[in-house]
C-alpha cells in the first residue's frame, strides 16, 4: 500500500463520529423520505389487514351494536340517513320534500326521534339512484351502498393498476374508510371518475363520456372534466357526457315530476349559505375556502383567495391535458385540481384521490417512482382521513394540501428530464451502499 492510500485513510471522514451520525441521517432520509423504500409491499399489506379488520369491526359496531352514533330510538345517525330517506320521498310520490329543508328536518325528526338532522343537496338524479335503496330497510340499505360503491371502486382501481390486491389495498385507505362509516357517495364519485379516465386512456370515449355524465350526481366535483376535454379535443367524450347528463336529467323528471328540478334550484342558495355561516362546520371542509374559514379568515376575502386556487387549478389541468396523453400526469392533475377548485368538498371525498394515485402506482411499478413519490403518497394516504380533526381540534387546515400535492406528483412529470430521475434515488443508494 503507498503512502498516499495511508494518507487516504487517514483522513477519511469514516473515522469522523460527526460524520457517521450524517451518514446514518442521510440513510434514513434516503430510505424514508426520498426513495421510500422503508415502504415495502409487506408493511403495505400489514396496513391494509389492520384497515379492513377495523373496517369490518366498525361496520358491525354501527349497524348491529348499540352506539354512540345512535338516536334515542335506535336508529343510526350518519350522513346516509338523508340519502335514504330522499329515496323514500321518491317511493311516496313526494321527492320535492327533500328539497324543503324545513320538511325534511320535520321528516328525519319524526323517523330518529332526535333533533339531528342532514341536509340533502344533491340532484333528483342521485335521488333516483336512492329510491332504489329505499325499498330496503335502512340497515340494510346502508350497508347495500356502502358494500355495492366499494365493490365498484375496487373493479375502478383494478382497471386502472391490473392487480386485485393493489385494487383491494387502496379500497382500504383511511379516506376510504371514513366514507364507508359516513355511508357517503365519494366511492361511488371515484370509481365514476377512474371508468371516464380508462375510458379516455383505452379510447374508449364514448363509455368515458357516459360515466363523466353519471358524475353530474355530485356536479361540483366535475367542474374542471369539460376543461380537460376542451384542451385535449376530445369532442366525442364531450357530446356523450353533454347526452347523458341530459338523458339522466330527462329520466329522473320523467319519473319524480318536473317540480322536484324546481325545488332542487330553489333550495340552492340554502347550501351556499350554510357553507358561509358554519352549517357545515368548516373543519370538516378540504377546500381552500374551508382552511381559511378555519383561520379565521371572513367570506370574500375567503372566497377570493379560494378563486385564484382554483383558477391555478384550471391552469394546470389544461396545460396537462393538452401537453400530455400519460393518465400518470392528467389523473393527478384533474383530480387533485377538481378538489382545489370547488369551496365546497368534505373529508370524505379525499376518497377521489385514491384515483390518481393508482395511476401514479402503476406507472412507478412500470418505469420506475421518481424521487420523493413514495414518500408523498405515504403521508397522502395517512392523512386523507385526519385532516377533520387536525383542523377542528388543533385548528390545523391541512387539507388542501393534499390535492395539491396529488397534483403535484402529475405536474413533474411534464418536465422532460423526469424519466432520468426514474429509480434514481435507489440506484445512488445502493451505490452508497456497495462502497
Not at 369491526?57 to 334515542?72: D, E, Q, R
Not at 333550495?267 to 374559514?293: C, D, F, H, N, T
Not at 371525498?349 to 405515504?378: E, N, Q
Amino acid at each position: 500500500m503507498t503512502d498516499e492510500n495511508w494518507q487516504l485513510m487517514a483522513s477519511s471522514p469514516k473515522d469522523t463520529p460527526d460524520t457517521a451520525v450524517a451518514v446514518m441521517r442521510t440513510g434514513i432520509w434516503h430510505r424514508v423520505v426520498r426513495s421510500g423504500d422503508l415502504f415495502t409491499w409487506d408493511r403495505i399489506g400489514f396496513a391494509c389487514l389492520c384497515s379492513a379488520i377495523g373496517l369490518a369491526a366498525g361496520l358491525v359496531w354501527m349497524l348491529a351494536m348499540p352506539n354512540t352514533f345512535g338516536a334515542p330510538n335506535g336508529t343510526l345517525l350518519m350522513d346516509y340517513l338523508s340519502f335514504w330517506l330522499a329515496g323514500g320521498q321518491a317511493l311516496k310520490g313526494t321527492p320535492e320534500l327533500a328539497y324543503i329543508p324545513s320538511r325534511f328536518a320535520a321528516i328525519q325528526q319524526a323517523f330518529t326521534g332526535s333533533d339531528t338532522v342532514f341536509g340533502f343537496f344533491y340532484p333528483p338524479t342521485f335521488q333516483l339512484l336512492q329510491s332504489v335503496f329505499a325499498l330496503l330497510p335502512y340497515k340494510a340499505a346502508f350497508a347495500a351502498f356502502v358494500g355495492l360503491t366499494s365493490a365498484l371502486l375496487c373493479l375502478a382501481c383494478r382497471m386502472i393498476a391490473g392487480r386485485w390486491l393493489l385494487a383491494a389495498c387502496l379500497i382500504l385507505i383511511p379516506a376510504c374508510v371514513n366514507n364507508a362509516f359516513h355511508g357517503q357517495n365519494a366511492a361511488l364519485i371515484a370509481a365514476l371518475y377512474a371508468f371516464f379516465l380508462t375510458g379516455v386512456e383505452r379510447q374508449k370515449m364514448i363509455l368515458a363520456g357516459m360515466a363523466l355524465g353519471l358524475l353530474t350526481i355530485k356536479p361540483q366535483l366535475g367542474i374542471l372534466a369539460p376543461v380537460a376535454l376542451i384542451a385535449s379535443g376530445n369532442w366525442r367524450t364531450f357530446v356523450s357526457a353533454s347526452l347523458t347528463t341530459l338523458v339522466f336529467a330527462g329520466a329522473s323528471a320523467a319519473v319524480l315530476g318536473v317540480g322536484v328540478w324546481q325545488a332542487f334550484w330553489q333550495q340552492a342558495p340554502v347550501a351556499a349559505e350554510m357553507m358561509e355561516l358554519g352549517g357545515v362546520e368548516w373543519g370538516k371542509m378540504i377546500s381552500v375556502y374551508g382552511a381559511l374559514r378555519v383561520l379565521g379568515f371572513a367570506h370574500v376575502p375567503a372566497m377570493v383567495v379560494q378563486a385564484v386556487a382554483g383558477l391555478a387549478a384550471l391552469v394546470c389541468v389544461w396545460l396537462s391535458w393538452r401537453r400530455s396523453q400519460a393518465m400518470a400526469v392528467r389523473a393527478p392533475v384533474l383530480v387533485g385540481g377538481t378538489l382545489l377548485v370547488t369551496p365546497f368538498a368534505l373529508s370524505y371525498d379525499l376518497t377521489l384521490l385514491v384515483v390518481p394515485c393508482a395511476f401514479v402506482i402503476r406507472d412507478g411499478l412500470k418505469s420506475g417512482f421518481l424521487p420523493y413519490d413514495k414518500a408523498v403518497l405515504a403521508l397522502v394516504i395517512v392523512l386523507s382521513a385526519s385532516t377533520s380533526p387536525l383542523a377542528i381540534w388543533l385548528g390545523l387546515p391541512l387539507a388542501p394540501l393534499l390535492p395539491l400535492m396529488v397534483l403535484w406528483l402529475g405536474i413533474r412529470r411534464l418536465d422532460p428530464q423526469a424519466r432520468a430521475l426514474r429509480g434514481q434515488g435507489r440506484s445512488s443508494h445502493t451505490s452508497a451502499t456497495a462502497g
